[in-house]
Every structure is written in C-alpha cells, then in structure tokens.
C-alpha cells in the first residue's frame, strides 16, 4: 500500500476527540499485549523536526532517527523508570537524512536515502573522522538508479557475521547491477496472457520487481540474494541466520484473484516471490516462486526487527515483530522450524487508531523496545515498550536449526554439483525443492539436460524439468523433448502440488520456448483436456488457461459455466479473464450465460482498479466475436445491470431457518463424521458470501481472519457459535468503531486509511474500496463497537446438511492433497 498521510489525532481519557498540535497518539488509547506497558517520551515538533521513518540505536544505547524528508536526530532516553521529560533530542550536526533505513555499525552511521537528496538513491555511509561525538563525513558508497518512489531503496541491516550488510529495495529500484548473483539471472514474466491494466500503477516494470542484496562494508562488491518482492521496507535477521521480511499487498488488486495480502516472507537464498505488474502476479501455487510463510492482510508494511535482547518472556523474545503504517498495528510473529523452512503465527501485539508506526529497535543497552511513528509529514513521536508482568524475562537462546534447514543452507552455498543437488529435486519439503532447483539452475545446461529429460521419479522430473525451461536461454529445440518428458509421467498418479507443477512445467514450456505448432498443440489437448475438471480449484484454472492457450474448442462447454457457478468473485473472475480469449466452441447459450455474468459482477466489490479490470476482460472477449455472433445476443450486451447486493450463487437461495446453536450443536459429533461434502462445503462458504471477506486455503478475501487454520484453533462447537453470534466476542484485530459526531449521528466501521483532517472508514467489509469519510473535527466521542462488522444470519439460507458441509470443509482445512480433493 501507498503510505497515506494521516492527521494528529488526540483522544481524552473519555473518548473525545481534539487536534491539539504537536502530540503523538496518547498511551491510553493504545493497546498493547497483557503484562506490557507503552511509555510516550516523545512527541516530534513536526513543524521543526519533522516525521521520523527509521531508527537505529548507536554504540552508546540513543537512538538515531530520520525525517523522511530532512535531518537526523539523536534521543537519549531516561532510564527505565523514569519522567518522559528527561528524553533529551539533538539534531545532528551532518548535512544528511531523508532516510527510509539506518543502521550504526561498526563505528559508522549507514543510511538509505529514496529520493533525490544529496546525490540521490543510495546506500551512504557517515563517519565521526575526529572523535567529538559527531558524524563529520558523508560518503555515497553504491547509487541506485531508478526515479524516487515510495517503492525505492529501504532497510539495510547487519549480516550476522559482523562484516557485511544486507539492503532491501522495492520494485521501483531496479536491480543495480550486481556483480553476482544467487538467483539465476533469468528471470521472465512467464504469464500465457497478456496482461490486464486496472489503473495501470507500474504497468511498465517487469521482473525482477523488489529485490535483497548483500554488500561488503564499504559497498564495493554486490551480491543479489532474492527477487520478486513487492515492497519490502525492512527486513531482520533469525538467531540462525535467515532473513525474514514483511512484504506489501497492491490494494488496488482487492477482490481479483491475483490479489495477496501483506505477508511475512522467509527471504531464502536465490528465492523468488512472484511478483509481477498488474494483473501478472503468480499465485502462491507455482513453484518456481516461494509461498509466504504467514499472511497478515491488507496494510502497509514498514519497519521489522526480532525481539532478542528484549526483557520479555521469553516467547516475545523470541517473535519477529512487524509494523503496519495503515492500519497502525504491530504484530508479533511467533515462527516455528518447519522442514526446510518455517511456519508462523501471527499475535496483534500493539495498535491503536491512528498509530502510523515506523521502525522498531531493540535497546541493547536497557531490554526496552523502541517505536517510532510518522511517515509522510504526519505527527510523529517516539514510544517504549517494557515488560511489567509476572512471567520469567531471562534471556532466550533458542536456537533450533532443523537436519533439512541445515540441507537447504549447503544448497545455498557457492559451487554446488549437479550430483550434490539432484537426490534433492524430489525431496517433499517445498523450500529445500527450490534450493535443489536454483542449484541446478545456476549450472550449465548442458551438464544436466539429458538427466533432467530422462529423469524417473515423477517430483524430481518436474522439479528438473522446471528448471530446464527456465534455464534453456529460448532454445526452441528444448520443447518437444521436454514435453514428451512430461507426457511420460502420469498425472493421476500425482497429489497436490505435484499436480500444480505439471502443469506450470507446460506454461513455462510455452512463456519460454515459444508457441508450438499445430500438431504439438493438437496431441497436448488430447494429453490435457481429460483432466480437466478436478477438485482443485486453483489447478482447475491452471489447466483451462493452458487449454485455451492451445486452442482446445471443448475446454468451453466446460469451463464457461464456472464463470457463473463458482462460489467466489475471486474464482468467477479469473475463469472470465482466461476464457476472454477463446475464439473456438462456443455456442449462442455459453455465450450468452458468459455476458450475463457481467450483469452479476457489475455489484461485486474490490479494489480501485476492480471495475477497469472487469472492462477490460469484457472488451478482451468481445474483440474475439463477429459481428454476427454479437448480434445473436444483442439483447445480453446491450442489457444494463440492475443495482443490488452481490450475490455469488446463481442458484437462488430461500430462506430457511433463523439458526440457533441449541437447533445445530446437537449434529456437531456424529454430524460431521464420515463422508460430508466438502465440495459443497466450499460451495456454501460462497453462497453464505464468507468467500467476500475470508481466505481460507489461499483464495477469498483479506478485510476478516484467515479461516485456514481454524481447525487447530476452534473446536467445532465453538466455531459453529463464532459464526451464528459473531458479536458475543469480538477480535480486536477486526473489531470496529462507533464515531459519534457532533450532530449526533454516528459512523461504525474500521478506520482503513487517513488524509489530513479526514478519517476514512470502512463500513461495509464487503466493499472495501467504499469509504465514508469523516472529519476528526466534528468527532466528540469514539467507543470500541458491541457489534461484529461480520453480520449475523449468514447461515439462515442454508439447510441443516449445507451447514455441516460447510463446516467440515473449514475442519478441513481444504487440504487438495486430502483424498476427498482428489480426483
């Protein structure tokens, strides 16, 4: 998200609002988790000192700030203990700021700049040449090219060996040139299609998007680590070395099925996360990129850090904490070894509305957590956070390293064989496949081709030839026998992902080999077309963009009635944006059912860009008709969308019952054993609309909870009474807010974003481009809402059957690899 800016909001211990000049959220407002306490010790004269965006602290405990558009600052805070009052500021002497990122190490200030300051983007380098306690010489050690953005040059931290740093950029920097790299320098789009604009924001930069670098002290030699970010502001190092961040979401993308959220993200080595422009966005699914480790939602990601060193229990020691400008929360993120990479938890830690945070440090000097929040010339101040609960806050050492992290870092090294890699390329573990797959990718092809063509074991085969396709330099003689490769494995035979990578390993053969001919194309259809459909639905759109790709006529008697009867928005519309291009077996009903969705999709919801999508597919598919095949369903194309809620089923639903828990709980045991639907369970999610505002399994919305992993949180009768009485116990993280203005109205919603004198509020998660606006000035009282925005009767449509289905879908967790998903 774009960073937005916010106005200096004051609330009174009783709820009422005033601008008073110069103050930072007060403490009272703020939540923060039990047993911790918020000090305030400083709130930035804007006028002055202007908006701090990054900290780091120096080899004496202060902290050394930036003003995203000035000077540095250093605060010594008072001890613990004592009077915010005795918080003392210096404005540095140096003629350097306007830094997105700082780090002090080493003796030396080191400093991201992402505007054109000084001598424009960059990492710099400040010293103290005289020792009076004052920073005297300012050296650009590597300038970044590319125009100022918000989307530019950002952190930059330590490496753990103490000799060299890392530095973060976003996808407005273009990768500068680094003398090597960890990812294989050929990167592509590797989309069938071409791509749909929306509003078009960065409609012209291509792969590799954000990227992690890793440099020498001095900055002379550079090493490209990973690629494919979007825009990730900050990053920080685990105890055994890895590199995590917080990447953003593109809110403009709300609603469409190539939307991700924010997600924290292990930045593995040679790693590539799959962001692309526009509609172009790989989905979690693919392997050639790698899957987030927790998704968080919508907001606007900036600074991170690990909690080590802090006087805390040892379990927020231990949490990667990560900030969202936005929507003014501050996560603790407890991560777990899993395989050969992680899993992850996210806790709302700290937040409160507005709290625009920015970076986070860790006082080596006093355990204390440091906050600093600005950020676009809003009200700034600086907050510590300190333990004062019962819990034991000795250090933590926790160090776990799994046997397959410890695989998958060998992998990672320089100089790995084609032997040494290869028993890996089938491994089950999805990160430490990757690291075999760039190993590989990194040698020459000829070393490896005829292995990889004659490969047996099915998983190795599509990891070796993934890396085939990516690694052939265009060489078209590579198609047919990497194909007929292909067609030697037995898809059937194939679970889950595997059967993803079949057929991602056909579409790279396409994106990288060029378009094959007619008899190719003929003889694919044959192999392809019967698999089509499955129950994965992700796998399910994979195989028809492949198809109409090749031109299979009878992909769409099957596919274009998907376009209406999907369950979510997200489905629906990707099957209309691949079917836009099919030109071949279509019929005057398929045709006409495919235009009346239009109709329907007129009042579904998104981002900015939603409606400017949906045109552009529309314009896409008629640019494919004759003139006689318009004519024969004039009176669809020329009929004009009646306004109504959205409805996701074109199967009209009847009320049922106003459901109670007495009516229901009695079914939860026996009830949901044995064989259940859970194709109509995920049926259901949609048509009760949950699928608008929760991802479950990586699909649907991100304004509510993730419902993934609700099976390992909620017993089945407690999940049941969440959704039948969602306001008997609100989450803080999605609870909303009664604006009582001074006429006496009120607005009830989340406060999504901010502009000035303007609160912008959400009130309807259905529709989350959809703000009211309210002025902070005519606000008297603010109250947390009794109210869930989650509307209650959303199961009323449902009969008893469908509400069982549904919830052994959600028990399920919708795993494709499940015997149920599989077909």
């Keep these: 998200m774009k960073l937005i800016l916010l106005p200096l909001l004051l609330a009174s211990a009783t709820g009422a609002f005033a601008q008073i000049a110069g103050q930072a959220t007060p403490v009272d407002k703020i939540k923060i988790a039990k047993g911790f306490k918020v000090e305030l010790l400083y709130s930035v004269p804007k006028d002055t000192e202007g908006s701090w965006v990054a900290m780091t602290q120096d080899d004496q405990g202060r902290m050394i700030c930036s003003d995203q558009y000035g000077a540095l600052y250093r605060i010594t805070p008072p001890a613990l203990g004592g009077s915010p009052g005795e918080t003392r500021i210096e404005k540095l002497a140096v003629d350097f700021g306007h830094c997105q990122g700082l780090l002090f190490h080493a003796g030396a200030l080191y400093g991201v700049v992402n505007d054109d300051a000084y001598q424009g983007r960059g990492l710099y380098r400040c010293k103290d040449t005289n020792g009076d306690d004052q920073f005297d010489s300012v050296e650009l050690l590597r300038a970044f090219p590319g125009k100022a953005g918000e989307h530019g040059p950002h952190g930059v931290v330590a490496a753990p060996d103490g000799r060299s740093l890392y530095v973060m950029c976003g996808n407005q920097t273009p990768e500068p040139g680094c003398e090597t790299s960890r990812v294989p320098r050929h990167w592509a789009e590797d989309q069938l299609f071409p791509m749909l604009l929306g509003r078009g924001f960065m409609r012209d930069v291509l792969a590799p998007g954000g990227w992690l ?13 990973n690629t494919g970010t979007r825009n990730t502001y900050d990053i920080a190092i685990h105890r055994n070395g890895d590199i995590f961040g917080f990447d953003a979401d593109m809110e403009w993308d709300t609603g469409m099925p190539w939307y991700r959220p924010t997600r924290v993200c292990f930045m593995q080595s040679g790693g590539e996360f799959g962001w692309r422009t526009c509609s172009k966005k790989w989905p979690v699914r693919w392997e050639d990129s790698l899957p987030p480790v927790v998704d968080i ?9 690990f909690g080590y060193g802090a006087k805390f229990p040892a379990k927020y020691q231990d949490a990667f904490y990560i900030c969202d400008w936005s929507y003014g929360k501050m996560y603790a993120v407890h991560l777990t070894p899993d395989g050969a990479g992680y899993s992850g938890v996210a806790e709302e830690f700290m937040s409160a509305s507005p709290l625009p945070l920015t970076d986070i440090e860790i006082s080596r000097k006093d355990g204390a957590m440091y906050v600093s929040v600005g950020g676009r010339k809003v009200q700034s101040g600086l907050y510590r956070v300190t333990y004062t609960g019962e819990e034991k806050t000795e250090a933590s050492s926790a160090a776990e390293t799994t046997e397959l992290a410890k695989v998958r870092a060998a992998l990672e090294a320089p100089g790995v064989t ?16 990757f690291a075999a797959r760039i190993a590989l990718e990194h040698q020459p092809v000829a070393s490896w081709k005829d292995k990889a063509l004659s490969e047996s074991n099915p998983r190795a085969a599509l990891t070796a030839l993934m890396a085939l396709a990516r690694s052939s330099g265009g060489d078209k003689t590579l198609q047919k026998p990497l194909l007929d490769a292909l067609g030697r494995i037995d898809f059937k035979a194939l679970k889950g992902l595997d059967r993803v990578t079949y057929v991602r390993d056909h579409m790279l053969a396409f994106t990288r080999l060029g378009e094959p001919d007619a008899a190719t194309k003929a003889a694919l259809v044959a192999r392809l077309s019967p698999l089509f459909p499955t129950h994965d639905t992700g796998l399910n759109r994979d195989l028809a963009e492949v198809l109409v790709y090749l031109g299979d006529a009878g992909i769409v008697a099957k596919a274009a009635p998907l376009v209406n009867d999907s369950p979510t928005q997200e489905e629906q519309i990707d099957y209309a944006r691949i079917l836009r291009f099919a030109k071949s077996g279509w019929t005057k009903e398929l045709r006409a059912g495919y235009f009346r969705w239009f109709l329907r999709a007129a009042n579904y919801k998104g981002g900015a860009s939603f409606d400017l999508f949906i045109g552009e597919i529309k314009k896409d598919a008629l640019a494919t008709m004759t003139e006689e095949e318009k004519l024969a369903i004039k009176d669809v194309l020329d009929a004009r969308p009646e306004v109504q809620a959205p409805t996701f089923t074109a199967r009209p639903l009847q009320f049922v019952k106003a459901w109670t828990m007495a009516d229901l709980e009695k079914s939860l045991g026996v009830g949901l054993e044995g064989n259940r639907d859970f194709r109509n369970g995920r049926n259901m999610f949609g048509a009760a609309t949950c699928f608008a505002c929760h991802r479950f399994n990586n699909e649907g919305g991100a304004i509510g909870p993730d419902l993934t992993s609700v099976a390992g949180k909620y017993s089945p009768r407690d999940l049941l009474e969440h ?32 502009k000035e004198d303007i609160m912008m509020v959400c009130t309807n998660m259905m529709d989350p481009n959809n703000f009211t606006n309210v002025n902070v000035k005519d606000v008297v009282k603010t109250e947390e809402s009794k ?30 690899e499940d015997p149920m998903f599989v077909k």
């Excluded at 670098?213 to 680590?225: P, R």
């Excluded at 939602?297 to 850090?305: E, I, K, L, Q």
């Excluded at 040494?420 to 573990?429: E, I, Y």
């Design 213 to 225: 670098a890793h440099t020498d002290l001095d900055g002379k030699k550079w090493e490209l680590v």
């Design 297 to 305: 939602g919508p907001g606007s990601p900036t600074g991170v850090a």
């Design 787 to 816: 109210v869930s925005m989650m509307p209650p009767g959303l199961l009323y449509m449902l009969k008893e059957d469908d509400i069982l289905d549904l919830m052994a879908y959600l028990l399920s967790k919708g795993n494709p």
């Design 418 to 433: 084609v032997e040494a890699a290869w028993p890996h390329l089938g491994s089950p573990d999805r990160n430490l496949r």
């Design 723 to 754: 959704i039948l009485e969602p306001s008997k116990e609100i989450s803080d993280q999605y609870g909303s807010t009664v604006f009582t203005k001074k006429d006496g109205s009120q607005v009830v919603g989340r406060i999504a974003n901010m």
